[in-house]
């Protein structure tokens, strides 16, 4: 029964590992096009941000991606339980919906819901993992909605 257990854990580890790359490819186009839409999308028609801002905003979504894609979660899929990790990143995913502007919500988001996801039938901490799934799905929307009434109701 133990063996069954660890095969199926490192299974899950396994494939967590080969979503890294893709995943953090998807959460940065995500995050750019958000930036985009952020940048140069305005419900009135003008927009008072530059090029300059944008890019500013897609350093900042890079260096992010780079340390939680880069770093922190394949530091965590070596762990025996991924859902403290995957709940912290979750959360953070949501509380930077308040600065939604910096493109990190989906970069934190994605991160914890990869974790989650690799830790969600694991012996310990599925419960958290399976809660920061959904907050990290939370996180993202919250954040689309939070974008879509930034650029409607711009002044």
Avoid: Y
């Avoid at 300059?52 to 340390?67: K, N, P, R, T, W």
């Avoid at 914890?112 to 399976?130: E, Q, V, Y």
């Amino acid at each position: 029964m133990h063996h069954a257990v660890v095969a199926q854990e490192s299974g899950q580890g396994a494939a967590a590992r080969r979503l890294v790359g893709p995943i953090a490819v998807a959460a940065v186009a995500v995050a750019v096009v958000m930036a985009a839409i952020g940048t140069f999308v305005e419900g009135n028609g003008n927009s008072n941000h530059s090029t300059g801002d944008f890019l500013a905003v897609c350093a900042i979504i890079a260096v992010g991606a780079a340390v939680v894609f880069g770093w922190v979660v394949p530091k965590m899929l070596d762990r025996a339980s991924q859902g403290i990790p995957a709940l912290v990143l979750a959360v953070l995913g949501l509380l930077t919906v308040v600065v939604f502007w910096s493109g990190l919500p989906p970069i934190f988001a994605a991160g914890g819901g990869l974790l989650a996801w690799a830790g969600r039938d694991a012996a310990h901490g599925r419960g958290l993992c399976r809660a920061a799934l959904v907050i990290a799905v939370l996180a993202v929307v919250a954040d689309v909605l939070v974008l879509i009434g930034d650029t409607t109701n711009s002044i």
